[in-house]
């Protein structure tokens, strides 16, 4: 019965590759997110998602796109792989409105 | 941009001691969410104050806010073990439609 799911948890992968995150929230959730932790903890939000449609995207390259099949998911896709987009990717959902964010496991990216 | 900035960045105590950890925001918010985070896990909601509350209780948090400061702080009393966690707090900024996170204060309980 978990509430927000990833996967996979962990992820290590050449530079150049392509790879994908998943996510699905259980919870009924309009809204759902992706935010990356780098090495320092620093946790920044990358986008964010109301019922499949995008509300914000943080200046974020537009090697990553996500998609939002439904609103119970919201994944990510990676082009082309960097040595800077090791980190720690977290999604998390949300009702409408900013209330309390609950977030998924991680997914821990390692490009080398 | 970089909301929140909390101190210290790391503290370590004694079990049974209260923890103290502050954090700075610098715009106008509907509300401030604090956050905790265990190693290798994804974060958890502990407390909301909205921006017209001064105070308030949760089991063993006690959240303050002060507006014309622009400042809030957490207090976990009578800590233990399983309070070790890095703790964040976040920014419901006003018109923004997101969270912004402040960079952790790391939290060790010692037994």
């Known amino acids: 019965d978990t509430a927000v799911s990833q996967t996979p948890k962990y992820l290590v992968t050449q530079m150049g590759n392509d790879k994908s995150i998943k996510c699905e929230q259980n919870?009924?959730?309009?809204?759902m997110y992706w935010y990356k932790q780098d090495s320092k903890k620093f946790l920044k939000i990358m986008f964010s998602?109301?019922?499949?449609?995008?509300?914000i995207n943080e200046t974020v390259p537009n090697r990553f796109s996500p998609k939002s099949p439904d609103k119970a998911h919201l994944n990510l896709h990676i082009n082309s792989l960097e040595l800077g987009d090791s980190a720690v990717y977290f999604c998390?959902?949300?009702?409408?409105?900013?209330?309390?964010?609950?977030f998924g496991p991680g997914t821990r990216l390692t490009v080398t | 941009s970089q909301q929140g900035e909390e101190d210290p960045q790391a503290l370590s105590i004694q079990e049974g001691e209260n923890a103290t950890m502050n954090c700075s925001y610098k715009?106008?918010?509907?509300?401030l969410q604090w956050y905790r985070q265990n190693s290798g896990r994804g974060l958890v909601h502990l407390i909301l104050?909205?921006?017209?509350?001064r105070e308030k209780h949760s089991g063993r948090l006690r959240v303050t806010l002060d507006t014309s400061k622009k400042s809030s702080s957490l207090l976990i009393t009578a800590s233990r073990a399983a309070d070790t966690a890095s703790y964040f707090c976040?920014?419901?900024?006003?018109?923004?439609?997101?969270?912004?996170f402040g960079q952790g204060t790391r939290l060790t309980i010692n037994p």
């Open positions: 104050i909205r921006s017209n509350e």
């Open positions: 998390a959902s949300s009702p409408w409105g900013q209330y309390e964010q609950y």
């Open positions: 998602y109301n019922n499949k449609e995008l509300i």
């Open positions: 919870l009924g959730h309009d809204t």
């Open positions: 976040a920014t419901d900024e006003q018109g923004a439609q997101k969270l912004v």
């Open positions: 715009t106008s918010i509907n509300n």
